[in-house]
């Protein structure tokens, strides 16, 4: 459930780089956390984005929670899927639920993420 | 933190468990929305252990009750259950209850868990000039509720008690998968259902019985967050949400479970002095306008003033809207009022319509 290509954070987000962009979404056991899915709020396109910044808010039927950047950037697209379909965050965390695609800042700042192995190492941490 | 007597049948349903009120419970188990939504359609079943529980016996059983409450518990036969409130002498809520009506002088009150020392304290300090005894019995019940419209259909043939001539808001004590048992027609969903309480030290027998038969007709286990979404489509009320220490039967729009002929009661005087003056402010449904979802403590202007926080918020699983209750001043409680919430600092558009937002079709 952890795809191997992204980089992830300790706040389950994560981020698949191509190029100089990122998508960025929450983590399968984000969404598990989280539950049922019925709203996202998204930021605007071109918000600059500084180091932890909030990316959009997703809420489920029982709480609220912001979901931040993994690294500094620039949104250059969101997600508008999710506005009819917010329920794509349960179905398909790592793929058409995605939530931004920003312009990188500096890849140098994709070296402080987890790597798919190390993030499963703390998802193993978590639930013992 | 306490565990219900069911406690290791929820993780074996892979229950996620939280605490509340000083209990480690179930929040959801296949999720809020199934959940909500298969007690809509076919039946759920809630741990409710707990829920508190008082005894009241004793000669003047029935005036203690009456001096304590609204409504009218002289109108109750033996196998009644009627909604009431502990009422301070403000009018305003120590709780609301349930009052089951067990014999002329024996009353059995049903409370809620997170008052139910606090209620236990308050109906004790009240007994002076009443031959009453009042136990306190929250620790030796176990209380289920199975709600939906298949819950007779589930329950029946694990019962000796006649469910089908059992009327709502009545109870009768009977065997449950063998167990002595006490089985009202009462819930807080909006559904038709029954809840169940028994003394049995052993009862998860009960629990798991109800989930093998109940499955092949779509019966699934229910947790706090559906418990709460169901409730709030049908306008129950939640304590420290909707009804407090700090608002009135009259204002919660309770007039219903007032009995002023009754005779003399805890703060009846006040409730005359309301419906004579008029009240200022009252509770009332609405849905957003935009898009957002209102939670509880939201801010809410009128007008570009500031006027309540919001008490229950939520999204509708069955309606698919976001809803809520609040406390409105009462010259914009008329249904189509338009007023504002502020979610996360944005002043997101809200209206009054009317309540309950969910009625269920009567059979």
Aim: contains cysteine; negative net charge; charged residues 25%.
């Amino acid at each position: 459930m952890v795809p191997n290509d992204f980089l992830y954070t300790k706040e389950h987000e994560w981020i698949k780089v191509e190029g100089d962009e990122g998508l960025i979404g929450i983590t399968d056991f984000a969404q598990h956390q989280l539950g049922d899915i019925i709203y996202v709020e998204l930021p605007a396109v071109g918000k600059e984005l500084a180091p932890r910044q909030s990316i959009g808010v997703v809420e489920s039927v029982k709480s609220v929670s912001d979901v931040f950047t993994p690294v500094p950037g620039v949104v250059t697209a969101v997600n508008e899927a999710l506005g009819q379909t917010a329920d794509l965050l349960n179905k398909d965390p790592h793929g058409q639920g995605w939530i931004v695609r920003i312009k990188i800042k500096d890849k140098k700042d994709l070296e402080g993420l987890l790597s798919a192995s190390d993030y499963e190492k703390y998802l193993e941490g978590l639930e013992h | 933190m306490k565990k219900t007597r069911f406690n290791e049948l929820h993780k074996q349903l892979g229950g996620k468990m939280i605490e509340f009120c000083g209990w480690e419970l179930p929040v959801e188990y296949a999720g809020i929305i199934p959940e909500h939504m298969a007690v809509r359609t076919k039946a759920g079943l809630f741990d409710v252990s707990h829920m508190g529980e008082v005894l009241v016996t004793g000669k003047d059983a029935l005036a203690y009750v009456q001096w304590l409450t609204p409504n009218d518990a002289s109108k109750l036969g033996p196998g009644q259950v009627q909604y009431t409130a502990l009422m301070t002498p403000e009018s305003t809520f120590v709780d609301d209850m349930l009052v089951y009506a067990m014999g002329p002088d024996e009353y059995f009150l049903v409370v809620n868990a997170a008052n139910d020392d606090k209620d236990f304290a308050w109906i004790a300090s009240h007994t002076q000039g009443f031959d009453v005894k009042v136990e306190h019995q929250s620790d030796v019940y176990s209380q289920l509720a199975l709600q939906g419209p298949l819950a007779e259909a589930v329950l029946q043939p694990l019962t000796d008690i006649d469910l089908a001539g059992m009327k709502s808001f009545h109870w009768a004590k009977g065997k449950v998968v063998g167990k002595d048992c006490l089985v009202s027609r009462t819930g807080y969903t909006g559904e038709d259902g029954f809840e169940i309480y028994t003394r049995d030290p052993d009862p998860g027998v009960i629990w798991s019985t109800l989930i093998e038969t109940g499955r092949p007709l779509g019966l699934q286990p229910i947790g706090l967050g559906a418990r709460d979404t169901l409730r709030l489509e049908s306008k129950l009320m939640l304590y420290g949400n909707d009804i407090s220490d700090k608002t009135t039967v009259l204002e919660a729009d309770l007039k219903w479970i007032v009995k002023l002929q009754k005779g003399d009661f805890l703060g009846k005087p006040v409730i005359e002095k309301q419906l004579a003056e008029g009240l200022t402010r009252k509770l009332v449904g609405f849905e957003m306008a935009e898009p957002g979802i209102a939670r509880p403590h939201y801010p809410v202007y009128d007008k570009g003033q500031k006027v309540a926080e919001v008490a229950s918020g939520t999204f509708s699983p069955l309606l698919k809207k976001a809803i809520g209750l609040v406390y409105l001043p009462i010259d914009r409680t008329a249904a189509g009022t338009e007023f504002e919430i502020e979610i996360r600092g944005k002043r997101t558009k809200a209206r009054v319509i009317p309540t309950p937002f969910y009625k269920r079709a009567k059979k």
